[in-house]
């Protein structure tokens, strides 16, 4: 898929002001810094369209951006660690809930992970409550670029060991680098065939 348009639409602080559910949609989360605005600028092709940042917790609302006018990509705030008040946390974790509980329009999470890290609980936990609730998830490794060439197979494999302790099926993992522009056609590929669901 190719995408021509790419437009910033709106931040919500409240899920009920999100725009209509009218179109499919897809949201990136994970934890605080792990690369979630920085990929949707390397899949847009746009370098400034959502706002990205070396300190934890620059995302802080359910932020929306059309794409080509026919769905949806939302950048959510980070979980966990962030640079903000723990009342602030606790207040991202209410809106990001409700969001992901109530959203009918949400066709698929992003769960984005640090490639460079061994599988943290607070992730493992997280996609497991997505299991509960029945989210559909997909699992992204980020800043693939960080690692050293014989890291990489082995912190991958690593990873999906980790998960099939809990999973009986693994989950569709990317492996992305938005420094290195590398997984976006995979991930626009799998967009475009979830789109024919809709
Ligand atoms: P919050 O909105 O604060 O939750 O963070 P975020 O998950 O949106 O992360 P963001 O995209 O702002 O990126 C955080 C930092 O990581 C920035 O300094 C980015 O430049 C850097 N970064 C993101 N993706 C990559 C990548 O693929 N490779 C490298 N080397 N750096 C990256
Ligand atoms: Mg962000």
Same mark, same amino acid.
């Given at each position: 898929m190719e995408i021509k348009k790419a437009e910033f639409l709106t931040s919500s602080s409240k899920p009920e002001h999100c725009p209509?559910? @009218?179109r499919p949609e897809y949201a990136?989360?994970?934890r605080s810094n792990v690369g979630k605005s920085s990929l949707i600028n390397m899949i847009c092709n746009k370098s400034s369209l959502a706002k990205t940042s070396s @300190?934890?917790?620059k995302t802080q609302l359910i932020n929306h951006f059309n794409i080509n006018d026919q769905w949806y990509l939302v950048d959510l705030p980070g979980y966990g660690y962030a640079k903000v008040s723990k009342t602030q946390i606790k207040e991202f974790k209410l809106l990001i809930d409700a969001y992901l509980r109530h959203r009918t329009n949400l066709m698929c999470l992003f769960i984005l992970v640090d490639s460079r890290h061994k599988p943290q609980k607070s992730d493992l936990e997280f996609m497991h409550l997505m299991g509960t609730w029945g989210v559909p998830f997909v699992i992204v490794l980020t800043k693939l670029?960080?690692?050293?060439?014989?890291e990489k197979e082995n912190n991958v494999e690593n990873y999906k060991k980790a998960l099939l302790e809990e999973w009986e099926e693994l989950p569709k993992i990317f492996i992305t680098s938005a420094e290195k522009k590398e997984g976006k056609d995979e991930i626009l590929s799998f967009i475009e065939e979830v789109n024919l669901q809709w």
């Open positions: 209509d559910a @009218t990136f989360i994970g @300190t934890p917790g670029d960080k690692l050293k060439a014989s």
